[in-house]
């Protein structure tokens, strides 16, 4: 199973960009990274996946590095309600692979 | 959609007694999951449906925990007898498949706390 490494906490000034790396050197050729985050008193929250390409929605980016082995996880504005921690975890297509969230990463937006 | 629907959003009992959480997945979702989320531990998976059938229960601490789906919309989490040690927040997740372009959908958990 790939394995995810992620900053404890990290800090960002409100309307700034915030960027989250996350390394997961293992990560084999079918197995996507997924972003979650989960605001205090809530259950985790989808954000964005991606396989190879960079992604971009409504809530964030993704950048996927060529050779898969890291990627960051950019929120372009971020708010106060931005603070949260974030969950960097890679998934299998298909089979029975449960992903595992691991600790993630805290992030305070700050005014 | 009113998204995955836990009760009670909160429980407070005493060791020793029997307790049952409860979770509604999302219509037409084929996975549901059930996740423990502590201080010391973080965010554990205890077990997890696929079609109403337990595909891994390998999560569960032990035999005092017991989960089971018995349609596509209704799963609960049963604890018996409880112990102090199983304070923690009780999430429920679903998704249409295990690769599902939108990721799990958590329910907004159970903060049980046995006193």
Same mark, same amino acid.
């Given at each position: 199973?790939?394995?995810?490494?992620?900053?404890?906490?990290?800090?960002?000034?409100?309307?700034?960009?915030?960027?989250?790396?996350?390394?997961?050197?293992?990560?084999?050729?079918?197995?996507?990274?997924?972003?979650?985050?989960?605001?205090?008193?809530?259950?985790?929250?989808?954000?964005?996946?991606?396989?190879?390409?960079?992604?971009?929605?409504?809530?964030? #980016?993704? !950048?996927? /590095?060529?050779? *898969?082995?890291? &990627?960051?996880?950019?929120? +372009?504005?971020?708010?106060?309600?931005?603070?949260?921690?974030?969950?960097?975890?890679?998934?299998?297509?298909?089979? #029975?692979? !449960?992903? /595992?969230?691991? *600790?993630?990463? &805290?992030?305070?937006?700050? +005014? | 959609?009113?998204?995955?629907?836990?009760?009670?959003?909160?429980?407070?009992?005493?060791?020793?007694?029997?307790?049952?959480?409860?979770?509604?997945?999302?219509?037409?979702?084929?996975?549901?999951?059930?996740?423990?989320?502590?201080?010391?531990?973080?965010?554990?998976?205890?077990?997890?449906?696929?079609?109403?059938?337990?595909?891994?229960?390998?999560?569960?601490?032990?035999?005092?925990?017991?989960?089971?789906?018995?349609?596509?919309?209704?799963?609960?989490?049963?604890?018996?007898?409880?112990?102090?040690?199983?304070?923690?927040?009780?999430?429920?997740?679903?998704?249409?498949?295990?690769?599902?372009?939108?990721?799990?959908?958590?329910?907004?958990?159970?903060?049980?706390?046995?006193?």
């Amino acid at each position: 199973d790939a394995k995810t490494t992620q900053p404890p906490s990290m800090d960002c000034a409100e309307g700034r960009a915030a960027n989250l790396p996350c390394n997961h050197s293992t990560i084999s050729g079918n197995e996507y990274v997924y972003w979650y985050r989960q605001i205090h008193s809530q259950g985790p929250q989808y954000i964005i996946h991606g396989l190879k390409n960079n992604e971009t929605n409504e809530m964030a #980016s993704l !950048i996927i /590095t060529e050779d *898969r082995k890291s &990627s960051t996880l950019i929120l +372009p504005h971020a708010t106060l309600r931005d603070t949260a921690v974030y969950y960097c975890i890679v998934r299998a297509s298909g089979g #029975s692979y !449960i992903p /595992t969230f691991g *600790r993630g990463t &805290s992030l305070i937006v700050h +005014p | 959609d009113a998204g995955v629907i836990q009760s009670p959003r909160h429980e407070v009992t005493e060791m020793g007694q029997e307790v049952t959480l409860r979770c509604k997945p999302i219509s037409g979702h084929d996975y549901l999951f059930w996740y423990r989320q502590t201080m010391m531990r973080g965010l554990e998976l205890l077990i997890y449906f696929n079609n109403n059938v337990p595909i891994d229960d390998s999560g569960m601490p032990e035999d005092r925990f017991s989960a089971k789906m018995p349609n596509a919309s209704f799963s609960t989490l049963k604890i018996q007898p409880s112990e102090p040690r199983d304070s923690a927040v009780y999430f429920c997740a679903s998704s249409h498949q295990m690769l599902d372009s939108d990721g799990y959908t958590f329910g907004s958990g159970t903060r049980l706390t046995v006193v």
